[in-house]
């Protein structure tokens, strides 16, 4: 009996360390000081009032400025300017005289100013009533003055190529002096045509 007595006790002593680690786990987990950490930290984050969500504004709501253009482009039938086809505007009818001109004088330039003058007085040309077109086309005022400067500005770069033509005899005097004037007549309408903008874009805030 001694024996057996003796073997219970040192089994009942004889514990691996792992279960006694995690009893000891177990019982810290259960310690009253944890439990109302945790059930503070709950109360604490429900009943801490978030002032900030109230003074907080929806962007989505708001409608700008720049919004309302965009929605009176989409639905308007008439284009920027007054009017309802890019055709009708002056300044394009013009444009694509001066360009049928333009192309038919690069055929003059020699050989050799094939990938300088001719290639950029073709593509100054297209580019001056597409640029036009497509500002036009998007039907905010914001994109019909854009296109327009981009046409204008074009207009200049032509002059400057005329210039050229001229200084190295590929063109005379009297050509040189009727090509400018037309450059100035399609300048000048597309400067009415942007003061037209500008009013209506006036006319469209108020």
Not at 30 to 38: G, I, N, Q, V
Not at 129 to 158: D, K, M, N, Y
Not at 167 to 184: A, P
């Amino acid at each position: 009996m001694e024996r057996r007595d003796r073997t219970r006790s040192q089994g009942r002593t004889r514990r691996s360390p792992k279960t006694i680690v995690r009893k000891r786990d177990k019982a810290t987990e259960k310690s009253p000081e944890r439990s109302s950490a945790k059930t503070f930290s709950k109360h604490s984050a429900k009943d801490t009032p978030r002032v900030w969500r109230s003074d907080k504004k929806d962007s989505r709501s708001e409608v700008t400025s720049e919004d309302k253009m965009l929605l009176a482009a989409a639905s308007a039938k008439i284009g920027p300017g007054g009017y309802k086809k890019f055709s009708d505007i002056p300044a394009h009818k013009l444009g694509r005289k001066l360009r049928v001109k333009l192309y038919a004088l690069t055929k003059q330039f020699p050989k050799d100013e094939k990938d300088n003058l001719v290639i950029r007085i073709k593509t100054a040309s297209t580019t001056l009533t597409a640029a036009l077109v497509t500002g036009f086309g998007q039907g905010t005022f914001r994109s019909a003055i854009s296109g327009a400067l981009e046409s204008r500005g074009v207009l200049f770069g032509i002059q400057d190529y005329l210039d050229q033509a001229e200084q190295y005899d590929y063109l005379d005097g009297k050509q040189r002096e009727s090509l400018r004037v037309e450059v100035d007549d399609v300048i000048d309408a597309l400067n009415k045509y942007l003061g037209e903008l500008a009013r209506d874009r006036d006319r469209f805030m108020h």
